[in-house]
Structure formats: C-alpha cells, structure tokens
C-alpha cells in the first residue's frame, strides 16, 4: 500500500457549516502535512504533524484545525469558513528513511457559498 | 526561507517537441524533487535528486541536478499529450518542509 487517501474528493459548505476532512496512509509514515493549493500555483503548507504532534502551523487561522488521532489518520476540522478559502486541500506524508520525499493524496476540492 | 525560481511559468508546444523546466535558487538545498500535477488531483512525485551533478532518466524525461546543488532542470524529449500538466520543482527546508517553485504549466497540443 503506497498510497495517500482523502476523503471526502469534493465538499461545499456553507459559512457556518462545520465540516472535517479526512486524510489516511498506511505506509507507516510518521509525519503528516496540510496544504492549500489555488488553481494554478504551488501548495501552501499549512500545518505539519510529526509523530502525532503538531510540529509547525503556518499561522493558519483558528477557523482550520488540524488533529491527529493515530500515527495513519489526518483530519482538518473546518468552522466558518470564508469564500476565499475555496481551494484543493491535499495531505502528504512523508517517509522516515527518505525525508526528503512527501507522498500527495489526490486532494479534497472545498467550496465555500 | 529559502527560494526556488522555476521557469518558463508556461510553455504551450506541439507534441513531438522537446523542452526544458528550470528551477533555481541562490541556496544550497541538500536534495531536489520534481512533482507533475494534473487538474483536480494531488501532486505526483517524479524524481528525486540528491547528488550533485546527478542526472536521472524516467523514460522520455531526463532530471539534472547542478554540481552546486543549486539548480535543477527536467528535460522531455517528444513531448505527447498525456504530458500536459502542472510541473513542479521542490526543495527540503528545515523543519521537514518543502519549499515549492512557482511551478510550469505545460500543454502539449496533438
């Protein structure tokens, strides 16, 4: 299994909806990462987990918030959220003994109304 | 932060064609990725390069890393269609991220 799964693929919500993404990887890969990406430019990292513990959060704000259960699942909780933070949110994971790798889910396309 | 500068930032070719992606920065980076993104799905990791001056070979695509580790290109021969997409460059920064170039969006015309 050398894969990234998210879930859902596609979400719209309203701006005072709560929402949760869901990331999972069972590579045994102990650090976990958030980006945002728009249409036609790099990710933005978002928030990196490492053994389970948040290790960098890129001053995202409250509105985002990122968990990590176990060492295999990501999920980022959403709460009223904003039009402009329509975007494709992906999650990677990255191995230990190839660091400088990161391994991307297919993404969860968000639309704010 | 550390910066990576990749160009052209879009290329539009026949298929057939052959063309080249830089990416650079005035930093040292200890290994450089290179990604392809289609529409609507995550980033797909193509190679890695590690050892300066290395160059790698996946099919019609060569990847050279520059002797100073500064710099990086990707090389198609005979573009096809099923080339077309988002071409990204990526670096290690401290702190296990990555620092991400601009990116090329290619289109390969049949």
């Known amino acids: 299994d050398t894969e990234v799964t998210q879930t859902p693929k596609h979400l719209v919500m309203g701006m005072t909806n709560k929402k949760s993404l869901k990331c999972e990887q069972h590579m045994g890969h102990r650090a976990m990462y958030w980006y945002k990406q728009k249409a036609k430019k790099p990710p933005e990292l978002m928030f990196v987990?490492?053994?389970?513990?948040?290790?960098i959060n890129e001053s995202v704000p409250s509105r985002f918030s990122p968990e990590c259960p176990n060492s295999s699942l990501l999920n980022l909780h959403l709460h009223a959220l904003q039009p402009e933070d329509s975007a494709l949110y992906l999650c990677?994971?990255?191995?230990?003994?190839?660091?400088?790798?990161?391994?991307f889910g297919p993404g969860t396309r968000l639309t704010v109304t | 932060t550390q910066l990576l500068e990749q160009s052209p930032q879009f290329l539009s070719i026949q298929e057939g064609e052959n063309l080249t992606v830089y990416c650079n920065s005035s930093?040292?980076?200890?290994?450089l990725q290179w990604y392809r993104q289609e529409p609507g799905e995550g980033p797909v990791l193509l190679v890695t390069?590690?050892?300066?001056?290395e160059v790698k070979k996946l099919k019609r695509l060569t990847f050279q890393f520059g002797d100073a580790r500064k710099d990086s290109s990707l090389h198609i021969t005979a573009a096809q269609t099923g080339d077309t997409g988002l071409y990204l460059c990526a670096g290690e920064e401290y702190g296990n991220k990555l620092v991400f170039g601009a990116g090329t969006i290619l289109r390969v015309k049949s």
């Open positions: 990677a994971s990255r191995p230990e003994l190839r660091p400088y790798e990161q391994y």
């Open positions: 930093s040292v980076f200890s290994s």
């Open positions: 987990y490492s053994y389970e513990k948040l290790s």
């Open positions: 390069v590690v050892t300066g001056g």
